[in-house]
């Protein structure tokens, strides 16, 4: 009779649609547990599709938890994403979300067409596949089901993680969603916007003075909301920016000009119609503008180099043509293809659905946050679903189960000027446990020998940390909680 943690009866598990490609016994290291580490195979007959996921199940330390890891970009997710968590003792799946690698090549298949199968399975059923199949080896190995279960992602797994609470709210008790992919139909369109306002004005920005830019920006801006000057903007929605004093100022590359500086507000207004009207959210005060707004020097001239992520996504989805050139692109055809893409993807792809009321009922919580300094996903997107879900819910009852945390100078799921938040997976299995609705988030600042230069609290949205002006303004102690700017949703 096996017992549990056994591995054998692994090998013959019956599920539909489903099969075990391998079982390994891994001995652990220093570092990492001794585990049974599960890969399965998941279809969805006639589609021809597969699903890979990998389950990793410690033997000995086991908490009585599940937690699901997330992707990034167009990748699903990896197994090499569920080492942190078992090492923490969780029972922890990943998933390819139906495709090998990170590109975005599974858009189309062989004969050059949309591969709807293979988009649905990115965009939700991959992660809900994952969720049921690493449930169930759980429940057979240890012979009990996971008391509870968590979901962890950042970018396309933070879009995974929400996504999942509103088609499948049953798969996990809590969510914690960083720099969320929700609008992806609306971001990922939006994201090759500068570059586009660079190509119509014939006026390409070299990095040096976009830096110079940036740099003057937070320099104006670096009092609000904190009331530090630590290189910082505290409140990027508070933040009101004088363009004009950019004319002039001296970089490596020349003054910047009139024309420059009309680039960087145009990229700060975000995507909007050729009638002005609002497409989507731009860059905020502080964030960088590297990353969406790249240029090169080519054969001697200075041309924009667009993030790849948004030439696959118009060539593959929009266009289904693999050698459409970004450099065709217009005023009227970026419209197009904004509407293009919200109109085919939004039913598949986009977590924007603000009705939680399923996930809320069972209980759920959701703990979302996000880099105020993100250059590539907007974090006013975020802010802009937590409103809709605050105004579809009602205030009381959304603050019950779903939190939001800004964090000032952070970039994409971390790095950038800003302290970095810790303690939210933490924070969100104390709520779901314990009931303790989190509060306060520490973020911190450390040095390269580890040692800590920084805290800084975090409140929930639309809190700021305020510096009390007494004491050290790199102690999170003598900081209070302030009211900050609450986004103003746009018509769209």
């Not at 001995?27 to 585990?35: R, V």
């Not at 205030?395 to 779903?402: I, K, M, S």
């Not at 600042?445 to 580890?450: K, Q, S």
Request: aromatic fraction near 10%; charge should be negative.
């Amino acid at each position: 009779m096996p017992v549990p943690g056994d591995s054998r009866r692994l090998a013959s598990l019956d599920l539909p649609n489903t099969t075990v490609d391998s079982v390994v016994d891994d001995p652990g290291d220093a570092e990492t547990p001794a585990s049974c580490r599960v890969q399965l195979t998941v279809t969805h007959p006639p589609a021809g599709d597969r699903v890979t996921i990998w389950v990793h199940l410690p033997v000995d330390s086991w908490n009585g938890r599940f937690q699901g890891r997330g992707g990034g970009g167009f990748l699903g997710g990896s197994a090499e994403s569920l080492l942190e968590p078992l090492r923490e003792g969780y029972a922890c799946a990943a998933t390819d979300a139906g495709h090998p690698d990170g590109s975005a090549s599974f858009a189309l298949d062989a004969r050059g067409r949309l591969d709807w199968q293979a988009i649905r399975d990115f965009g939700h059923l991959g992660i809900h596949d994952m969720t049921v199949a690493a449930r169930a080896v759980v429940t057979a190995f240890y012979g009990q089901p996971p008391a509870y279960s968590y979901f962890h992602g950042c970018s396309t797994g933070g879009r995974q993680g929400l996504m999942t609470a509103q088609r499948y709210p049953a798969d996990y008790d809590g969510v914690l969603s960083g720099a969320p992919a929700i609008n992806w139909p609306r971001m990922q369109v939006g994201q090759i916007w500068g570059q586009l306002v660079m190509l119509e004005a014939g006026n390409p920005v070299s990095s040096a003075k976009f830096e110079a830019a940036l740099a003057a920006i937070v320099d104006q801006c670096d009092l609000v909301g904190d009331g530090v000057r630590d290189g910082v903007v505290g409140d990027p929605l508070g933040a009101e920016v004088d363009l004009a004093a950019l004319v002039g100022l001296p970089t490596p590359d020349g003054e910047l000009t009139e024309a420059d500086v009309e680039v960087v507000r145009l990229i700060g207004e975000g995507p909007r119609r050729r009638d002005g009207s609002f497409l989507w959210y731009g860059l905020a005060p502080g964030a960088p503008f590297a990353g969406l707004n790249d240029t090169a020097v080519v054969d001697g001239e200075l041309v924009g180099q667009p993030f790849v992520f948004d030439v696959w996504w118009i060539s593959l989805f929009l266009e289904q043509d693999p050698s459409w050139d970004w450099r065709t692109l217009t005023r009227e055809a970026f419209e197009a293809y904004f509407d293009r893409s919200v109109e085919m993807y939004s039913a598949v792809l986009a977590a924007d659905d603000p009705d939680l009321s399923a996930f809320a009922g069972r209980g759920g919580k959701a703990l979302l946050w996000h880099g105020a300094a993100d250059f590539g996903i907007p974090f006013q997107g975020t802010v802009d679903y937590y409103e809709r879900v605050r105004a579809r819910m009602g205030a009381e009852r959304t603050d019950g189960f779903l939190r939001l945390f800004l964090a000032p100078g952070v970039g994409h799921c971390g790095g950038g000027a800003g302290p970095q938040p810790t303690g939210q997976f933490e924070a969100l299995v104390a709520w779901v446990e314990q009931g303790r609705a989190p509060e306060v988030l520490t973020a911190v600042r450390t040095a390269e020998d580890g040692e800590v230069r920084q805290t800084r609290p975090l409140f929930p949205y639309p809190g700021v940390a305020r510096w009390t002006g007494e004491g050290d303004p790199d102690d999170a102690a003598r900081f209070t909680r302030a009211e900050g700017t609450r986004l103003v949703l746009p018509d769209r």
